[in-house]
């Protein structure tokens, strides 16, 4: 019933026929996806049954566009009924991608360029569009603050700890490390857009070109958020001395539109991306565990090296002891290696 809606919508829109519609993977996401074909054009349908997040996602487009962003372009909405028509943006994700030119080159020159043109864009969502955004449309949270970060470290522990733990959890002292590693990061400025899924599954590979997807989850926040859930994509693996170097070039990025403190911004870095992970871990627990996506798995032994890397990197683990132990276990628990 929902192809036939949707094939409607483009017949009104297009005035063609659909020839083809086609199912496609949604990964994490409840929206069902479809490519639709005409003789002349393709693009795509989405059917998502929550009304405030297709109103962010089309809201969001329709700015980012405005702006020049290489977001899809909006063709037409039916919000009654759940579906809209956007701009169909190919085959491959920069994790696809990669992971075939990957196969033989490794992490090659021609990688780097495109997460080179990827983390250039970047500022302008959070800065140059992101000044003048409705956040009226934000549908979780407002921003990345006190409750929107207590939220992913709650999911930390309920999705992630409590399924594969394996020594006893004091919660009450857990509780207070979360606390501090969150009183710590309020400290940043967090006036900007915060994208909150910027991850090489969400970028499009258009001729060698960068297009951006499922940024309908933003809310305000600090800058090193989005950078961190690039670089240490569990499973994208970007080996430590590119993560350092493309953390060089999007700090360079940012001063071209925004001048900031690079001392600053690298003292809350990790700390970002030591929340980061956590929220990842828990998206991997529920996915799995919840939803029955078993292949999510898959990403915690790459999780886990990250971990293993932040215990050598963040000093601010110093101030979380219960938290610290926590990762050195998961860190030494090999059966979290064999996903």
Not at 187 to 209: G, I
Not at 237 to 262: C, F, G, T, W
Request: hydrophobic share 40%; charged share 25%.
């Amino acid at each position: 019933m929902e192809q036939l809606v949707l094939e409607k919508l483009f017949r009104r829109h297009f005035g063609q026929a659909v020839e083809s519609i086609t199912p496609l993977k949604g990964d994490g996401s409840d929206r069902r996806i479809y490519r639709l074909k005409s003789s002349t054009r393709s693009v795509i349908g989405i059917m998502g049954d929550h009304r405030a997040e297709n109103e962010a996602f089309i809201k969001f487009s329709r700015h980012f566009y405005r702006h020049g962003l290489p977001v899809p372009e909006i063709y037409a909405t039916h919000l009654d009924e759940g579906i809209y028509l956007e701009q169909d943006l190919g085959y491959e994700t920069l994790f696809e991608w990669m992971s075939r030119i990957r196969e033989k080159d490794g992490f090659s020159e021609q990688i780097l360029d495109l997460y080179r043109q990827t983390l250039a864009w970047l500022p302008h969502f959070q800065i140059t569009a992101g000044q003048s955004l409705d956040y009226s449309y934000c549908y979780q949270h407002a921003s990345f603050a006190w409750d929107s970060m207590q939220w992913d470290l709650q999911y930390f522990r309920h999705r992630f700890l409590e399924l594969f733990y394996k020594r006893p959890l004091d919660k009450t002292a857990l509780q207070k490390d979360f606390d501090n590693l969150v009183h710590f990061l309020l400290e940043e400025k967090a006036d900007f857009f915060l994208y909150r899924d910027f991850q090489s599954r969400n970028v499009m590979v258009v001729d060698n070109k960068p297009y951006f997807i499922d940024y309908q989850s933003g809310r305000r926040g600090a800058l090193q958020y989005d950078v961190a859930s690039l670089l240490y994509d569990a499973k994208a693996n970007i080996p430590e001395k590119n993560r350092q170097e493309l953390l060089m070039h999007y700090i360079s990025s940012v001063n071209k539109v925004h001048p900031i403190d690079a001392d600053r911004f690298m003292r809350y870095f990790y700390g970002f991306v030591l929340i980061r992970i956590m929220q990842a871990f828990g998206a991997y627990g529920y996915l799995a565990g919840v939803r029955g996506k078993k292949r999510f798995l898959k990403s915690v032994p790459f999780a886990i090296s990250n971990i293993e890397l932040l215990l050598t990197r963040d000093t601010f683990l110093k101030n979380t002891p219960t938290l610290r132990n926590i990762f050195e276990a998961l860190v030494t628990d090999s059966s979290l290696r064999e996903f």
